[in-house]
């Protein structure tokens, strides 16, 4: 059974850091593409950052270009993203997912974790 369980979340005042952390369980993810997405209330829900687990070939958002990082440790199974800088605008649920490379569907998913920027 794959598990995706985020944390690292919290509420942070504009212009702070965050990091979180997505901690993988329940198989080999070699071959997969870890993701992190948000959604803010009443918003699509949206990609931010994705790391290839093999080989870190990375895509970032260019609304988050600059400031925010993917990571991954492949011996904790676990991706992170490093997100400095915060606004307000970064408010949202963040969700880590995956996909196996080459496959455009995200399926699986963590429960999210609350990123909350005051200004």
């Known amino acids: 059974q794959v598990q995706l369980v985020e944390s690292g979340g919290g509420l942070v005042q504009a212009g702070g850091s965050l990091r979180l952390s997505c901690v993988a369980s329940?198989?080999?993810?070699?071959?997969?593409?870890m993701g992190w997405f948000r959604q803010a209330p009443g918003k699509e829900r949206d990609i931010v950052a994705a790391?290839?687990?093999?080989?870190?070939?990375?895509y970032v958002a260019d609304s988050v270009k600059g400031r925010f990082t993917i990571s991954r440790d492949y011996a904790k199974n676990t991706a992170y993203l490093q997100m400095n800088s915060l606004k307000p605008e970064d408010t949202a649920v963040y969700y880590c997912?995956?996909?196996?490379?080459?496959?455009?569907?995200?399926?699986?998913w963590g429960q999210g974790t609350q990123v909350t920027v005051s200004s």
């Open positions: 997912a995956a996909r196996l490379s080459g496959v455009q569907s995200w399926y699986y």
């Open positions: 790391i290839r687990w093999t080989d870190e070939n990375i």
């Open positions: 329940g198989r080999a993810f070699s071959g997969y593409v």
